[in-house]
């Protein structure tokens, strides 16, 4: 079956700017994380959903980051006024429900911050 | 505060040769290690995962060996090939419900042929 879809791959945008981006994870992943994977680091957790709702958003570096998951399956992260700091692979992974273990990570979407 | 180190950053092995990465973690109520593997453009992909109950686990040419008084887990990949060349990421997920993931800055692997 389909992956963890991420779109778009690359996202080159000017300082200031708002950006958006989005992951589609595997059908029936009720369980939702965003990471974002700095170079040469490993990737850090921003935020969790469990079904619609942000479950566990402590990772989130500032308040001009925000992620929706609206109908439980895509969801969109949404970076406001755009820093060069941001710029960074931002990974999405999901999970089935419950006590499975296993992350499925997506490709990551390359953000640069001009 | 790095919750989970890797050591070494870069490895370099001979085709057919033993790759062996370390981890060390604080935290005692991390309670799931897995390793992942990741190519270059591409997402990390789960290799190998092992739990505190258990000192070792292999799968194919891959082997976890887990020492749970010391803190400690490691990545052994026997006969290591070409194509295992890839960055490595070790992991540790905590308690409670969310199961997020807090990784090693990783291990860059290189097997020359």
């Known amino acids: 079956g389909a992956g963890v879809s991420q779109t778009p791959s690359n996202k080159v945008t000017e300082k200031g700017k708002y950006v958006e981006l989005r992951c589609d994870p595997i059908?029936?992943?009720?369980?939702l994380y965003w990471y974002r994977q700095s170079l040469g680091q490993g990737p850090e957790f921003l935020i969790y959903?469990?079904?619609?709702?942000?479950?566990?958003d402590s990772g989130l570096p500032n308040d001009r980051f925000f992620a929706v998951r609206p109908e439980g399956s895509v969801s969109t992260l949404k970076i406001q006024r755009t820093e060069r700091g941001d710029s960074a692979v931002y990974l999405c992974?999901?999970?089935?429900?419950?006590?499975?273990?296993?992350?499925?990570f997506g490709p990551g979407t390359r953000l640069t911050v001009l | 505060q790095q919750q989970v180190k890797q050591s070494p950053q870069s490895l370099i092995v001979q085709k057919g040769g033993i790759s062996i990465i370390n981890c060390a973690y604080e935290?005692?109520?991390?309670?799931?290690f897995p390793w992942y593997q990741q190519f270059p453009g591409k997402g990390p992909a789960l290799l190998i995962a092992?739990?505190?109950?258990?000192s070792e686990k292999k799968e194919g040419r891959f082997t976890i060996s887990f020492n749970k008084s010391a803190k400690q887990f490691s990545l052994h990949i026997m006969d290591s090939q070409p194509g295992d060349s890839a960055t490595y990421f070790c992991?540790?997920?905590?308690?409670?419900?969310?199961?997020?993931?807090?990784f090693g800055k990783g291990t860059l692997l290189t097997v020359n042929p």
């Open positions: 992974a999901s999970r089935v429900a419950g006590v499975a273990d296993t992350q499925y």
């Open positions: 059908s029936g992943h009720t369980a």
């Open positions: 959903f469990q079904g619609t709702g942000a479950a566990d």
């Open positions: 935290n005692t109520a991390f309670d799931y």
């Open positions: 092992i739990r505190p109950d258990v």
């Open positions: 992991a540790a997920r905590g308690e409670g419900s969310n199961y997020k993931l807090t």
